[in-house]
């Protein structure tokens, strides 16, 4: 499948707003308790969209009539996989976190063959090798043997479920049930579907942060937090799921996978810029790899 440009800016965007998000997440649990992080941050998204998505609300049985899909899709993208990967940075090593989140193609490939029955080609696995291999290049900062020193916490597992809720999310938006296609689709915009999305996300989202209250440590209010909380809520959300979803229906999720692989190198970028280590020779070797795996994927076998 041919990767136009901006097919390729479409998926490029989401994964360095999203390692932006791995770092500002990194430095807010420490202020705010993650699952109320992860409330905050879509309740602030959802008020972004109102504005731009209001009309879905006004038939709510264009909701009711697919409210099992909606519930599915928002309890996965929205309720789950940012609220594990918060809890995940309390407890685990960005080391470990970004390594399993890199085993995203995996779990695609293999919810692909063994829910949608879509067997695996052979350019699409060795395209997740070269991305692997890239990704492990920058995690072990060139030194591929420091892989073998990695120890498994408690907050690995909490990664490894949010993977695994982000690959159904991305099928079920390429594969979504006849109540979702052509004429029978509800007349939802980008914006409209996106604030069912939240609103749906929300409901697990906010009932999990109520339940983290009762022994959750105060929130440490600061400017700083304030602004945090809008990043979050507007680039690594509104705008990378706009992004994401245009280049998960052009090119599907098993491609799509690849390019999040991206995001690990982005948020290597981005620390060592904050830090004031500038990249080096394995970052732009990371880049080679990883691009790989993308072109690689992309051709027919």
Known sequence: ??????????????????????????????????????????????????????????HPRDLLVRWRYLLLLGGLGVGCYNALQYLALRTSTPLNVTLIAASLPVWMLLLGATVYREKPRRNQILGAVFSLLGVALVLSRGQLSALAQVQFVPGDLYMLLAVMAWAGYSWLLARPPLSMQGAMRPVWGWAEFLLVQTSCGLIFAGSAAGMEHITAAPVHWTPWLILALLYVAIGPSVIAYRCWGLGVAEVGPTLAAFFGNLTPVFAAILSALMLGVWPQWFHALAFVLIAAGIIVSSRPD
């Open 1 to 58: 499948m041919k990767i136009t440009s901006r097919t390729a800016l479409l998926l490029t965007l989401p994964p360095l707003l999203w390692a932006g998000n791995a770092v500002v997440g990194r430095l807010a649990v420490g202020s705010m308790p993650p699952l109320l992080l992860n409330a905050c941050r879509w309740s602030l998204a959802l008020l972004v969209l109102m504005p731009l998505g209001w009309r879905a609300l006004q």
